[in-house]
């Protein structure tokens, strides 16, 4: 038995212990975004930092002006090279709990079409992601009693919520942080069987809008006939940010847009027709850009959606009311050559042009992150494709995403490191979304991956070694 | 001292106690549209029950399909003819209680602008407008030892959330609620100094509609450049409901609506030259049908207004999130002519027909009333009128409304009862707005009008009698 095939052993007996583990990990209720859950973000936290430290990491819970962030550290190995693996164990809030047939909080193992799932909020988004590389490298000093090289683990608890913190905590560790790859794992598989590396990830701005009327609430019998109704004026806002092609009518939005690169255009092209990702979503109702396919406008143009919509009435009852106030919350995901900041103020202007005089508007939200696009040929994400390839003896596939990952374009810019993007979420999982889910199968191989990616990159640093 | 005297300073001199026990009626939270609210407004109807008990009503709690109605009769008096006074004890729901600076349901007397004011939902609308003909006959009796004629008194508490009970209510009831004359004691004065009756109402319609797309709440970075977005296809819908004349863009709307009689659109034009109305309510944005005045507008054309909207993140924090539907609430304000069901129809049709193909619409919402237009010359209006004059010293506007008081129209209907629309309430109260106020002067000016409006009818009454 080689080391490999006892590590890949090594996992395969641990999985019911890695799983159970995993399942308390999911039962901790770490959104983000709502601060009554900033003590279940610190339960998270420590929960990661003991079991880091349990499998021989020196783990901290590094405090940021958001929440805590879970560095861990393999010390020296004697070996040349250090990788950072990044995580998050924040979640996305649980949204309506009534469209979920699961508790959110309360995964147990599911026997479904074959397979053992579990479901709750982050079992997919991202704390299997961020377990199946702790499982493997638990693995890895098990059976050779060190791990393969320096290792650093960061692990945020921000991501769903913006990632506020994020450049300070850079900016304060750059040293701890420095190395010569980092892999950020949360991100998708191409499909069920075929692994993919992430090599283009979209910008991202959130921002409140609300229109306001000149007026407080009014009874809409007696003054609808005459007085402003902000919903309509926001619904007419937001109805006219596409135009009939799908192209976004904001002046100024596309300036600086790169085009997909040709080559990556005719990879897409061809992946837009092969994927089975619209059998589970239908595209009916949707706009897309014309003129470019579906994989395209997801992975390579820039878009606005709309998120949230509240005004007016939200009782049970009718209610004959005039509202106020009507407000919306949008996304743009950018494509490379956008700037967030540019982005908002132009969309700030267009709305500004478009709100009645006399009434007014107000804006919420800053900061934002812009498009990254990664080195597709380095020898770093060869070697973590052909890792791949070996567990899922398929082609890895380059992809982009439509989300973001504001940490990767940090790196890249902060530490200048370069950043190889992988994980094995699905699109069917439910992320964001209610009965977000995952299965035990994926976990499995998900850590026999790293195993074999942590072993091409092994392979790798001694051929260059022995060049030295 | 006459008796008419004699009743006046019976009231005057009972003001304080007046207001005492209207603030302690105040502060039920009787808000009918709310189950949770169901045990205040039963409480309220008991409140109702026991006060005009107390002045030597017979009155019962009676039950129905909702919440329940409170019918107090005088008994024979001996003298011809049978009065009967409407008002309703329920209150529209809060809203944003944020809104509020004064507690919705804590009443207290706080002096302001010189006036004596109390703050609190219901307070004008509408607990102070049958609490000012309860203490008008309180003094009547107290002084004459007896009515001034058989008075039938009906309390509804359904009023603000549709009234769904009462037609099987008034068709159970029709011998108790015959009368003469009926008086909806539930509407505005023309002006702070200048009393009004209300002749032209309009009829009502709500309407709930949600736009689901095929798919479930998605990732909205993952799928928003490809996938229905619920609340942008809403959103549109909402938008093009007006055309850029303010015309109403629904197929067949506008069929069978009655032109505004040719002199009341005189009247009208002229009260809208000189009302103050619009130096309280801004028109600023708002889209009033183009050929009409404001107030022909408000009082005599159809209209739709959007009294809520609902879709995607409601949360404290940013979510990436591509929604599976989104929900609106309108109310359609209807015109002579316009038959509730059939707007809902065709709503429902124009609707249907702008949802794209994949994506579903349902629709939440049944009933709804017919605009209402009473007599303007009947010799009861003409005594009515004459009993405000001499409260006020200054002439009755014979006025239209936005709003709707569906039993106006089920009086006429079912009853064949001639109706009297009169109130205090003026447009600054905030009713079905944050704040609602009414003030001491107008309760015991209220209470003093109805005791001239009834010395009229008695003298009406009496010179029929003679003449017969």
Redesign the interface.
Known sequence: MTDTEKMLSDIDDNLDQAIAKLLDLIAIPSI????ENAADIRRAAEWLFHELSLIGFESEIIETAGHPVVLARSGRTGKAGRLLFYGHYDV??V?DRE?WSHAPFSPELVEEDGKKRFYGRGASDSKSQLWSFIEALRAWKAVNGDFPTEIVILLEGEE???SASLPAFIDAYREALACDVAFICDAEMWSPTEPAITTRL?G?V?E?VTVA?????????????????P??????I?????DDTGRITIEGFYDGVEDIPPGLRTDWQELSRQTALFDE??????I??EGYT?LE??WG?P??????????????????????T?T??L?F?LAPGQDPDRVRKRFRSHVEAR?????SVSFH?EGGSSAVALSEDSPHLAAASRGLEIEWQKPTRLIG????IPLVQLFNDMLGAECVVIGFIL?GD??????EHYDVERVRRGARSWVHILKELEKLQKSAAAKA
Do not use: W, Y
């Open positions: 983000s975004s709502d601060p996305q809030p949204g469209q769903e919520s913006g979209k991202l959130h409140r009327t000149p007026n407080p609430d009014l009874h809409s019998g007696l003054f609808g006939a005459v007085a402003a109704n919903i309509r004026i926001l619904g007419s937001l109805s006219g940010l596409h979503v239908d595209r009916a109702g949707g897309i850009e579906a406008a997801m143009r878009t606005v959606d709309i998120n949230g919509i509240t005004g007016g009435n939200q009782g049970p009852g009718e209610r004959s009311v005039l509202p106020a009507a919306a919350r996304s995901r709100v009645p005089q006399g009434c939200g995403s439509g989300g973001a699109s439910a992320i964001h979304a209610p009965d």
